[in-house]
């Protein structure tokens, strides 16, 4: 164990075991810390060329890398790549508060482990399209608030964002009317009916629609974007590219044909908002609006990227871009903790403690406040409409990176 040049204590985790790293890499491991010069840097890295772990490299993914102002993070955090996969550096803070011990290896290993629980589940079928998606597929990406990634298992393969869209839609609600105005026609509750229903709209809450996470929500908190029909869309698409970090995010147009020709359902539930004066104007151009939205196509690092900036008070981690005010942030991610998992957020949030928006297209983003995001998509999906393997990756990297909130 050896410090870096603000006094923390720090520890090289390298292939699952923690070293001595000053004893290791000698006296300059003081100085190769996201603290010190470039020259300091060139000087750790002859130091300790005995080391498998490669040189400080900025601007690559899994190096060891931090950005000048990464000392004002609350954890900091190092990526180092060994010879057997990436491992993390973690600079623990004077109270001793450490986390985010895991390497590739580990990664890959946990999703090989959470395989048998995309058997429990099934696509969703209910628009067609999603119906051919490969129940097998499991992916994971991690991303600090320094802006370091890395992935494991079909991490890279895109599907369709479907309802984790909503964590944006209600967002760019938040940053265009005020809190007050917003919740007179959208609650913040949690609700143990379906993320369809129509019966919670008939007989509760004035027949405002429970929170923002429902289908009902998202239809109603997408009329309070302003712009009408002809910005609305265009809005939140550009804050899902600067949330994701992906200016190529782009629409799975079969995808949108297919939802849009069996959408009968939210269309009930958006002309009977309409008959109670939720929302007003042309519903179908609304509509069109939502499914578009639903069908923007996302890989586990979109996703990831998107949690990161969440977790981060709205600053993207990537892109150093501030995408959302702190307090709105701060709404999405308490909404997320309630509601985020239809009716079975109670659980999830029991079993990993971490706020999380999922989606029938098999994705779950989780926003870690001062850690990090956590993307996985997994299509086979449990009696509840979440990723049954996604769920099980994420229960175990909670504990094995200690990333609960709670």
């Known amino acids: 164990m050896g410090r870096d040049s603000r006094g923390n204590h720090c520890y090289l985790y390298r292939g699952g075991h923690h070293h001595d790293a000053k004893a290791e890499a000698g006296d300059g491991l003081e100085q190769g810390t996201a603290h010190g010069s470039q020259a300091q840097q060139e000087h750790l890295h002859k130091k300790r060329s005995s080391l498998s772990a490669g040189i400080l490299c900025p601007g690559r993914p899994h190096k060891?890398?931090?950005?000048?102002?990464?000392?004002?993070?609350?954890?900091?955090?190092?990526?180092?790549?060994?010879?057997?996969?990436?491992?993390?550096?973690?600079?623990?803070?004077?109270?001793?508060?450490?986390?985010g011990m895991i390497t590739q290896q580990r990664l890959e290993e946990l999703v090989n482990e959470c395989a048998f629980a995309t058997k429990q589940g099934r696509v969703a079928s209910y628009i067609p399209k999603l119906a051919e998606a490969d129940p097998q597929q499991l992916g994971v990406y991690w991303m600090d608030l320094a802006g370091h990634g890395m992935g494991a298992g079909e991490w890279e393969k895109r599907v369709t964002v479907q309802s984790i869209v909503k964590v944006a839609?209600?967002?760019?609600?938040?940053?265009?009317?005020?809190?007050?105005?917003?919740?007179?026609?959208?609650?913040?509750?949690?609700?143990?009916?379906?993320?369809?229903?129509?019966?919670?709209?008939?007989?509760?809450?004035?027949?405002?629609?429970?929170?923002?996470?429902?289908?009902?929500?998202?239809?109603?908190?997408?009329?309070?974007?302003?712009?009408?029909?002809?910005?609305?869309?265009?809005?939140?698409?550009?804050?899902?590219?600067?949330?994701?970090?992906?200016?190529?995010?782009?629409?799975?147009?079969?995808?949108?044909?297919?939802?849009?020709?069996?959408?009968?359902?939210?269309?009930?539930?958006?002309?009977?908002?309409?008959?109670?004066?939720?929302?007003?104007?042309?519903?179908?151009?609304?509509?069109?609006?939502?499914?578009?939205?639903?069908?923007?196509?996302?890989n586990c690092r979109d996703l990831a990227v998107m949690a990161a900036t969440l977790a981060?008070?709205?600053?993207?981690?990537?892109?150093?871009?501030?995408?959302?005010?702190?307090?709105?942030?701060?709404?999405?991610?308490?909404?997320?903790?309630?509601?985020g998992m239809y009716g079975q957020s109670g659980e999830f949030l029991v079993r990993t403690g971490m706020p999380a928006k999922s989606g029938v297209g098999g994705g779950i983003m989780s926003a870690i406040p001062s850690k990090g995001g956590l993307g996985v998509v997994g299509p086979a999906l449990n009696e509840t409409g979440n990723s049954a393997g996604g769920i099980e990756l994420l229960s175990r990297l909670s504990d094995e990176m200690d990333l609960s909130i709670l």
């Open 64 to 99: 060891g890398y931090c950005r000048p102002d990464h000392d004002k993070l609350q954890n900091k955090m190092l990526l180092l790549q060994d010879g057997r996969g990436v491992a993390i550096m973690v600079i623990m803070n004077k109270t001793g508060g450490r986390y």
């Open 169 to 298: 839609i209600f967002l760019q609600a938040l940053a265009d009317c005020p809190l007050d105005e917003l919740t007179r026609r959208i609650s913040l509750n949690a609700t143990a009916e379906t993320f369809n229903s129509i019966v919670d709209l008939e007989v509760k809450n004035h027949h405002r629609p429970l929170n923002p996470y429902i289908n009902s929500g998202a239809i109603a908190s997408l009329y309070m974007v302003s712009g009408g029909p002809e910005g609305r869309f265009q809005r939140v698409m550009e804050l899902l590219r600067k949330l994701t970090a992906n200016n190529a995010l782009s629409i799975d147009e079969q995808v949108y044909v297919s939802e849009k020709q069996t959408g009968h359902r939210n269309r009930a539930i958006a002309y009977f908002m309409k008959s109670t004066q939720i929302i007003d104007g042309d519903v179908e151009q609304l509509l069109d609006e939502y499914f578009r939205l639903c069908s923007v196509k996302v």
């Open 312 to 339: 981060n008070g709205g600053k993207n981690p990537v892109t150093g871009l501030c995408c959302a005010q702190k307090s709105f942030c701060k709404t999405a991610m308490a909404v997320m903790v309630s509601c």
